[in-house]
C-alpha cells in the first residue's frame, strides 16, 4: 500500500494555526511523525486565501523537506500555485492532483516531462463526478493519453475514482470495486487510490466504516491512499488485509510491523 500521509493540511484547524502563525516546529513534528509511522509521501496542503496560498504551501515545503527525506505529496485545487511552487521540491514527489476539469492536465503534466514524478488523477470532468463506471474509464483513457505525449507511464498515474459516501450512495463500494477491475483491465500497471474517508461520510463511527472500506477496496486491488499513517488501527487493517489475501509471504510483513510497534495493541 502506497500510504500519501495526510496530516499537513490547512483543512485541520490546529495545521491552519501553525500555518498563520509559521510554526515550524509543529509542522517538523507532523512529518517526522507520519515518515517513522510508514507514510510513502508527506501531503503538503495549505488550503488558505487564493492569495496567501503560493506563499503558505512553498513554507510548507521548506519545512517538510527540512525535517525528513519522504517525497512530498504537493497538494492544492488549483494547478497554477502546484505550478508556482513545484521548483522548490528537492526531489520528485506526487502532484495531487489534475482530472478532466478546466487546464489541471494542461498546467501539471508537462510539468512531470523527463522526471519521475508521478500524479494523483481524478476520474471527473466539467460535468462532475460522473456515477456510471463507462465515464470514469472513458475519463481515465483522456488522461492517460494526454499524460503519455509527456512521456509519463501508467504506473506513474494514481486514479482516484472519487468514491461516493456510502450515506447517499447504497452502492459506492460495489461501484468503486467495478471502477478498478474496469481501469486495471486496461492499464494494469496503474495505481488506484482513494480519500478513504469519503465513505463514511454523514454516517456514525465513521472510523469502523473506514477500516472495512479499506479492506475491502485492497482486496479489490486498490494500492494506493490519502490517509491518516499515525492511526494505528488503519495501519494494522492494511497490513492484516495483505497477509489475508496472500500477498505477504509468511506475514513477515505483518509481523515486523507488530514487532516495530507500529500496529497491534499499545504497550503498557
Not at 57 to 71: A, F, G, R, Y
Request: negative net charge; charged residues 25%; hydrophobic residues 45%.
Amino acid at each position: 500500500m502506497i500510504i500519501i500521509g495526510e496530516k499537513i493540511n490547512g483543512t485541520i484547524p490546529v495545521v491552519k494555526e501553525a500555518i498563520e502563525k509559521r510554526d515550524a516546529g509543529f509542522i517538523a513534528d507532523r512529518a517526522i511523525k507520519q515518515t517513522e509511522a510508514g507514510a510513502d509521501f508527506i501531503d503538503v496542503c495549505a488550503s488558505t486565501a487564493p492569495d496567501l496560498e503560493i506563499d503558505a504551501l512553498k513554507w510548507l515545503i521548506n519545512v517538510v523537506q527540512d525535517s525528513t527525506e519522504t517525497p512530498l505529496c504537493i497538494d492544492s485545487p488549483n494547478p497554477h500555485v502546484i505550478e508556482a511552487v513545484f521548483k522548490y521540491a528537492n526531489k520528485p514527489g506526487l502532484l495531487n492532483s489534475i482530472s478532466e476539469e478546466g487546464d489541471k492536465c494542461a498546467v501539471l503534466l508537462p510539468l512531470m516531462e523527463g522526471n519521475t514524478w508521478e500524479v494523483v488523477a481524478l476520474t471527473c470532468d466539467n460535468n462532475g463526478i460522473p456515477c456510471d463506471v463507462q465515464t470514469k474509464v472513458d475519463i481515465t483513457k483522456i488522461m492517460v493519453e494526454k499524460a503519455a505525449k509527456y512521456g509519463i507511464t501508467p504506473d506513474r498515474m494514481h486514479i482516484d475514482p472519487c468514491v461516493m459516501a456510502l450515506s447517499t450512495e447504497n452502492s459506492a463500494l460495489l461501484n468503486l470495486i467495478d471502477e478498478i477491475r474496469a481501469i486495471r483491465a486496461i492499464y494494469p500497471t496503474i495505481h488506484i487510490t482513494s480519500g478513504l474517508s469519503n465513505i463514511s461520510f454523514g454516517l456514525p463511527a465513521r472510523a469502523l466504516m473506514n477500516k472495512t472500506f479499506m479492506a475491502l477496496a485492497i482486496q479489490a486491488g486498490m494500492d494506493s491512499a490519502v490517509m491518516d499513517p499515525l492511526n494505528r488501527d488503519m495501519m494494522g487493517t492494511i497490513y492484516a488485509t495483505y497477509a489475508l489475501i496472500g500477498k505477504d509471504k509468511h506475514c513477515r510483513k505483518y509481523s515486523k510491523a507488530y514487532r516495530a510497534g507500529k500496529i497491534g495493541p499499545v504497550a503498557k
